[in-house]
Nanobody, 114 residues
Framework: QVQFVESGGGLVQPGGSLRLSCAGSGFIFENYDMSWYRQVQEKAHELVATISIVGSMTFAGSVKGRFAISRDNAKNTVYLQMNNLKSDDTAVYYC????????WGRGTQVTVSA
């Protein structure tokens, strides 16, 4: 069974940083592109960042230059380093395999507020 466990969220002031982690299981992690998504309240999930199996990265325009994505295949984990956080980054963050209709994990809440 494919599963994802996100962690690392919290409350941070504007301009602060957080590093999110997502552990995947139930599949061969190194064989899949991985993505981070975020959801605000009941709106649609927004694609934030993607890292391919060879390490190529893409980002949503709203986070480009502030966020970084990385992966550790030995740990079946993908990371999202978020810097210079803004109030608009407040959301629940999720990861899953890119372009696959996996079930969402529980996510990790990120709140950016003074």
């Amino acid at each position: 069974q494919v599963q994802f466990v996100e962690s690392g969220g919290g409350l941070v002031q504007p301009g602060g940083s957080l590093r999110l982690s997502c552990a995947g299981s139930g599949f061969i992690f190194e064989n899949y592109d991985m993505s981070w998504y975020r959801q605000v309240q009941e709106k649609a999930h927004e694609l934030v960042a993607t890292i391919s199996i060879v390490g190529s990265m893409t980002f949503a325009g709203s986070v480009k230059g502030r966020f970084a994505i990385s992966r550790d295949n030995a740990k079946n984990t993908v990371y999202l380093q978020m810097n210079n956080l803004k109030s608009d980054d407040t959301a629940v963050y999720y990861c899953k395999r890119t372009r696959w209709a996996d079930d969402w994990g529980r996510g990790t809440q990120v709140t950016v507020s003074a």
